[in-house]
């Protein structure tokens, strides 16, 4: 397995930006597909964006598509989640996760393990 540390959260205005970053240790990171999901306050944990194990291939949940990018430089094992024109309701505790299949999934069951996740909170 990897073990998987997020950083880079913290607290922004509404309209603004920040930059997560998950590295990487342990096994081949370059054989895993990255995802990042999301927790807000009472709800279930929910896809953000996954990227491939090259990097060529990304996919983006509907509500932040054209806001969010996801990417990944196997050199440094780390994977990061580039947020613009963020929302309150964006506000959650945000995880990355590792999964053996290439293109990766969607649903957080197939992911062999996470981070202890970062926290972003957007204010009004």
């Known amino acids: 397995q990897v073990q998987l540390v997020e950083s880079g959260g913290g607290l922004v205005q509404a309209g603004g930006s920040l930059r997560l970053s998950c590295a990487a240790s342990?096994?081949?990171?370059?054989?895993?597909?990255m995802g990042w999901f999301r927790q807000a306050p009472g709800k279930e944990r929910e896809f953000v964006a996954v990227?491939?194990?090259?990097?060529?291939?990304?996919y983006y949940a509907d509500s932040v598509k054209g806001r969010f990018t996801i990417s990944r430089d196997n050199a440094k094992n780390t994977v990061y989640l580039q947020m613009k024109s963020l929302e309150p309701e964006d506000t959650a505790v945000y995880y990355c996760?590792?999964?053996?299949?290439?293109?990766?999934?969607?649903?957080?069951?197939?992911?062999?393990?996470w981070g202890r996740g970062a926290q972003v909170t957007v204010s009004s």
């Open positions: 990227i491939s194990w090259s990097g060529g291939s990304t």
């Open positions: 342990g096994r081949t990171f370059s054989s895993y597909a």
């Open positions: 996760g590792a999964d053996q299949h290439y293109g990766g999934s969607r649903r957080s069951i197939e992911y062999e393990c």
